[in-house]
């Protein structure tokens, strides 16, 4: 099968370089090589690319910001189809190209790029789609490079923003359109953004806003909770009503509150505030795990109906 580094972000998305058997690409800014990518980050000569005999070996030829695969940083290694390396701001995929699509130029010909999109400001920008780079790859990645930068992620109805340092976390937004006066806790805002698998994203630069309570996690100890809640609440999904359902405190009411924990009372206060399921998720500082969790009992042991 023909292969290709597709480009998936960055100046030159939707470019595509074919790799051929034999012969070496040479990646960087000087306008002599290769693969020729326009910016700041990309040294003058970054990397080397070779196909030989069935193996594509990638090699950072000692750059600045250094060559990454899979998120990690890279003197030599060995790269395969799916595999994503990101040089500069740009994050290239190996992929497999169907016959009709590769039609290969002429050995050794010089392939060109699409001309640079344009980006605000002097700075390039890394953007693209989730659904080619999920958020979670997108932060291992920005975590192994220490980046310092503001993550930018929209999807359907709602619009993040994680705030990093040096590769960690410091705050995170989320705002939504159904909800304009939504306001979650950093982490809680960071775990549910954690479900979204579409949508698109860009890497602006540092913000200069503070907050009055920031964070410090690094990536993985966040991934790694986030997905624990999420697997725990994809399973109790079936026993939670839609977001929309109405909830409303139970008339007559037979069982007794004291026999509440302290969490549960809590959620019922807020469900009976909110009047649903999703406005209860929205307005409890409990994580949406937790807050399902006492809606499930709360509505199973007769205390709120829908």
Known sequence: MQLALRFISGKYQGGEFPIEEGREIVVGRSSDLDMVLVEEMVSRKHARIALTDGRILIKDLGSTNGTFVNGERIHESEIKEGDRVLIGSNILKVVGLEAEEAAQPKRGAPVKLPRPRRSEGSE????????????PDLLQLFATSKKTAVLIVDTEGASGRIYLNEGRIYYVTLHSAANPALELAPLKAAYRMLTWVTGSFELAPPDSKT????????????????????????????KLPPREAVVQLKSPLEPALRDLESIQLDVLQFAINAGSIGGTLDSSPLSDLETANALIKLLEDGYLSH
């Open 124 to 135: 390039s920008r890394m953007s693209g789609d989730i659904e080619e780079i999920p958020l």
């Open 211 to 238: 907050f009055d309570q920031p964070i410090d996690a690094s990536v993985q100890e966040v991934l790694m909770e986030g997905f624990r809640q999420k697997d725990e609440f994809d399973q109790m999904a079936s």
